[in-house]
């Protein structure tokens, strides 16, 4: 007695299996790793690129005009981040002295160890305080210029303090400061 299904010609029970016919993925792969290579090049160019600024802001004596930049009131706060991190701000109140308008500055932040040596300096852009209600925001010193004699609060955020710091207030020093 013979079936047709065991014929082998073609039968649903045949040796034969239907593959799909086979896909080439190494395009996939080389499209994958130029993505890769080249996102991992943008931020070893940005990184290198900080790093640089920070450095030449931390060795250069300040702007004239920084003398004219008055911060004070400083207050201190921590939080929690989404990821688990902890954020540290640093708010204050800037005031200008002189008789041009600013329109942006960058400070030298300086964190403190036990002996006072400087564990950690930040270059960064000062940033003013917008609103407080319903959470603080923050814009550049360019979105609100401080005419002469004008005084604004800012903030400074900073994902990362040293372990060695000695929990005292940092010292702020404007070094760059742009004038209209």
């Keep these: 007695m013979s079936s047709a299904g065991n014929s082998g010609a073609g039968g649903f029970l045949s040796e034969k299996k239907n593959e799909p016919e086979g896909r080439s993925w190494l395009p996939w792969v080389i499209a994958g790793l130029v993505v890769v290579v080249a996102l991992a090049g943008m931020l070893l160019s ?13 060795s250069q004596t300040p702007d004239a005009y920084a003398s004219h930049i008055s911060i004070g009131n400083l207050q201190m ?14 708010d204050g109140v800037i005031t200008n002295k002189g008789d041009k308008t600013v329109t942006g500055v960058n400070v030298l932040v300086t964190f403190n160890n036990d002996i006072a040596e ?3 300096q930040s270059p960064m852009p000062l940033t003013l305080i917008r609103t407080r209600e319903p959470y603080v925001d923050i814009e550049p010193v360019s979105a609100e210029p401080l005419k002469p004699g004008d005084s604004h609060e800012f903030r400074l955020i900073f994902d990362h303090v040293s372990p060695t710091w000695n929990q005292q207030y940092p010292a702020i020093q404007p070094i760059r400061v742009q004038t209209r």
Excluded: C, L, M, W
């Excluded at 990184?47 to 030449?56: I, K, L």
């Excluded at 706060?77 to 640093?90: I, L």
């Design 46 to 58: 940005s990184h290198r690129d900080r790093a640089a600024q920070r450095a030449e802001e931390a």
């Design 118 to 120: 400087p564990p950690q």
């Design 77 to 90: 706060s921590e939080a929690t981040n989404f990821a688990g991190g902890k954020v540290t701000y640093v």
